[in-house]
């Protein structure tokens, strides 16, 4: 994600904050760094700090979210790819099994799935074509893959290529929030040079599965230790603005 990129959803992230709080700051909004963002008010600025709270590594060796950027990097080449050769536009979307792939992945794996894409091209005035992988089609179909769908829509313009997935999402743990507001904290001298009074806001719930929870009442009943003047949990999902209850350390 490039930086213009991460800034523009963080700005998304800030106007749902300011869309589902009642008190949020009237003031002029100034995008910064450490904090993310300025609000000037009439008689004080407010720095709020965006985070997204990815999950705790699992079994594998690379984390969750490492491993999804991987798999977005996978099919954004194998776009490249497959629009190099003059081919229709198309919506691709491939099943990509959850494994830690290396960046010496990238490339041989993208070139299959152009291919793959290119063989699934539905003819015009059809749907959809798909193919997994089974014994007869081993040859050229990597076991990486279990299934591509490609689809054709009338009148697109442009290919989209995406990978599906699936997941468990496990309750907010106080331990998970905790550790987030801890590292946030190590900042917090930074902020006040910027800043009269800082916020922290933790997203989950967004475009990554790796942020995906369910249940967060144990956040709500919980109690946090803190720096920042006001912490919030903003679940996607939803659109719910939590308040966390703090105190100073």
């Not at 990129?5 to 009237?26: I, N, S």
């Not at 999804?68 to 198309?90: C, F, H, N, T």
């Not at 800043?195 to 933790?202: H, M």
């Not at 995906?212 to 006001?230: G, I, L, M, P, Y």
Request: with cysteine; glycine share 4%; hydrophobic share 35%.
């Amino acid at each position: 994600m490039t930086r213009q990129a991460k800034k523009d959803l963080e700005r998304r992230y800030l106007d749902q904050v300011r869309d589902l709080l009642t008190d949020f700051p009237q003031g002029v909004i100034h995008e910064r760094e450490q904090p993310d963002f300025l609000v000037n008010t009439a008689d004080r600025v407010i720095g709020i700090e965006i985070t997204e709270l990815h999950r705790a590594n699992d079994s594998q060796p690379v984390p969750m979210q490492g491993r999804e950027a991987v798999r977005e990097q996978i099919m954004q080449r194998a776009k490249a790819l497959y629009e190099s050769d003059g081919v229709p536009s198309i919506d691709c979307c491939v099943h990509l099994k959850d494994l830690s792939y290396r960046r010496t992945d990238i490339e041989p794996l993208a070139a299959k799935i152009a291919e793959l894409a290119t063989r699934n091209i539905p003819p015009e005035g059809t749907f959809a074509s798909r193919e997994q992988y089974d014994w007869v089609n081993r040859e050229y179909f990597p076991e990486e893959v279990d299934y591509v769908r490609v689809a054709r829509f009338e009148g697109m313009t442009e290919s989209f290529f995406g990978t599906a997935g699936s997941t468990w999402a496990e309750p907010l743990a106080p331990d998970t929030v905790r550790s987030v507001i801890d590292t946030k904290d190590c900042n917090i001298d930074e902020y006040m040079r910027q800043c009269d009074e800082p916020w922290l806001v933790i997203v989950t719930d967004s475009r990554s599965m790796s942020t995906w929870f369910n249940s967060a009442e144990q956040v709500k009943a919980a109690a946090f230790k803190t720096r920042f003047a006001r912490v919030f949990i903003l679940r996607n999902f939803g659109g719910e603005l939590i308040e966390l209850t703090t105190a100073r350390p």
